[in-house]
């Protein structure tokens, strides 16, 4: 069974920083899709921050140059760190696995979140 456990999340003042981890059991990310997405409330939950199958990486344009997205294989760990965190930067944090298809992409798991809180 495939589960990602986020980690990180937390409360901390506008200007700061954290750094997000999501560890994956049952599988590894080689080959696949790795996401962070972020729902505050009453919003629809957004991608933050993705890394493709062949090791590009894509930001929404509200994070570019602020956070940053990485993985480290040996350790089936997925980072996000946030630099320069803004109030809406608030929302609950998720990591997503997705499995490369010919049409696309197809889920494989999405871990429980982590809340991030910053203050003004």
């Known amino acids: 069974q495939v589960q990602l456990v986020e980690s990180g999340g937390g409360l901390v003042q506008a200007g700061g920083s954290l750094r997000l981890s999501c560890a994956a059991s049952g599988t590894t990310f080689s080959g696949n899709h790795i996401g962070w997405y972020r729902q505050a409330p009453g919003k629809p939950r957004v991608l933050v921050a993705s890394i493709s199958s062949g090791g590009n990486t894509n930001y929404a344009d509200f994070v570019k140059g602020r956070f940053t997205i990485s993985t480290d294989n040996a350790k089936n760990t997925v980072y996000l760190q946030m630099d320069s965190l803004k109030p809406e930067d608030t929302a609950v944090y998720y990591c997503?696995?997705?499995?490369?298809?010919?049409?696309?992409?197809?889920?494989?798991?999405w871990g429980q979140g982590t809340q991030v809180t910053v203050s003004s």
């Open positions: 997503n696995l997705r499995k490369p298809t010919p049409w696309g992409t197809s889920n494989i798991a």
